[in-house]
């Protein structure tokens, strides 16, 4: 009960942290002190958003070799330039999963998901495979978490020869679009739904993607779907809209922009 309350009053208050959150379930009638409220936000990966790199579900492996960040001041321009992956925390009924899914940035298209109950690699290399089935991106972005640093899945990406990026320390808006969606996810389909079982959730989820992806009309993209960006006529998952994202048209079967590429920078 308490991860539910403080899972939604993240999402609201991401600046939170632990003294905050505590004294915020203190005043909702809940009396816990900082040790629980530090042990269920790690267990949930939460950390209050400052402007350095939140430690989140992805926990670094100094043995794993780390790659440089790649994107700053990149301007995104086509779709399968970048893609990127991350993992969020999903609540159920009784427990919580892992939720893992590949994004490409250009039109928040994202390309899979997968879901576990445990924390080890092989759901985010199940995820990208699958992803891998829709094309290839020059570049790949994660953050420095030992599921995305493991040989199994840096292998992966070096075999197809993509370009590997991480998210240097202290550039906590370097995934930004992929955490849009995690907030998207979480209050329009997690929150409405007590999911019983994994295969609940499965099915909750996948159908939400695929209204999300192929459906969803999104302000950023000129009301356009993430489909109608990507170039595909049904797919599967994508993210909310991102500040200062410029407004995509499609002409010819094809996107374009209105405005002029955006760049990747801390600025």
């Not at 994660?142 to 995305?148: A, R």
Request: proline share 3%.
């Amino acid at each position: 009960m308490l991860m539910k309350l403080i899972d939604e009053q993240y999402v609201e208050t991401p600046f939170y942290g632990i003294d905050k959150m505590t004294e915020w379930l203190c005043r909702e009638g809940h009396h816990v002190n900082h040790k629980r409220v530090r042990r269920l936000m790690r267990q949930m990966g939460l950390e209050a958003v400052y402007p350095r790199r939140k430690r989140g579900l992805s926990i670094s492996d100094r043995q794993h070799k780390i790659y440089p960040y790649l994107l700053k001041g990149v301007a995104i321009t086509r779709p399968d330039q970048v893609w990127s992956a991350d993992i969020t925390y999903v609540r159920m009924y009784r427990g919580w999963l892992y939720l893992v899914a590949v994004m490409d940035w250009f039109s928040r298209y994202v390309l899979s998901w997968e879901v576990s109950i445990t924390m080890e690699s092989e759901f985010c290399i199940s995820a990208l495979k699958r992803a891998l089935s829709f094309g290839r991106p020059d570049i790949f972005n994660t953050d420095q978490g030992s599921q995305f640093t493991s040989d199994d899945f840096t292998k992966v990406l070096l075999t197809a020869e993509i370009q590997i990026s991480m998210d240097g320390k202290g550039r906590v808006f370097d995934n930004i679009f992929v955490e849009r969606l995690w907030r998207s996810v979480k209050v329009e389909e997690v929150y409405l739904h007590d999911y019983q079982t994994v295969a609940e959730a499965r099915y909750g989820l996948g159908r939400y993607f695929d209204l999300y992806n192929n459906r969803r009309l999104h302000q950023a993209l000129d009301y356009h779907t993430p489909a109608d960006v990507y170039g595909v006529a049904v797919g599967t998952p994508v993210a909310l809209r991102a500040p200062s994202v410029p407004t995509a048209v499609i002409e010819g079967g094809e996107s374009i922009l209105n405005s002029s590429v955006f760049c990747l920078d801390n600025g």
